[in-house]
């Protein structure tokens, strides 16, 4: 009921009822009209204050949370596909995918897309700069100032 089959964006009700009483917002954060957040209730999302998301990100956190700190900027055409914890005063350029989730490949009988996914958590200290189209995955830690 939460999510129509094989489609990875939550109902419309989940969305404009139950999502806006569950997930944290900061004061003065913006989410950009064109921005699409597949956020469920079952995994937690924050959004810092005076963060922003920009237009054709997509920040999903249906296989783990979502943590964005503030004063913190997600650039045009970024994925968050959680577990991510993004600290403070981070900056990402347009079009980088952080993606805490990766799908099995070892067994060549099975499609990849069939066998078991993988999560582990992806952290980005405060005050980076990460710069356009790069690609973060699973387990990766990036410290301050980096």
């Known amino acids: ?24 917002k900061g004061n003065g954060a913006i989410v950009r009209r064109m921005a699409r957040l597949d956020i469920f209730p079952y995994n937690k999302f924050s959004l810092g204050k005076e963060s922003i998301i920009e237009d054709f990100s997509v920040i999903n956190n249906g296989v783990g949370d979502v943590s964005i700190g503030g004063n913190t900027i997600i650039g045009i055409g970024c994925i968050i596909i959680g577990p991510v914890i993004i600290g403070s005063n981070v900056m990402l350029a347009q079009h ?3 993606s805490g989730l990766n799908h099995g490949y070892e067994n060549v009988s099975i499609p990849p897309s069939q066998q078991d996914v993988d999560c582990k958590l992806i952290t980005v200290e405060e005050n980076v700069w990460i710069g356009a189209n790069a690609v973060i995955t699973a387990g990766v830690t990036i410290g301050k100032h980096m």
């Open 96 to 98: 980088i995918v952080m």
């Open 1 to 24: 009921m939460m999510r129509p089959k094989r489609d990875p964006k939550p109902r419309y009700w989940m969305r404009v009822f139950l999502n806006p009483f569950v997930h944290k």
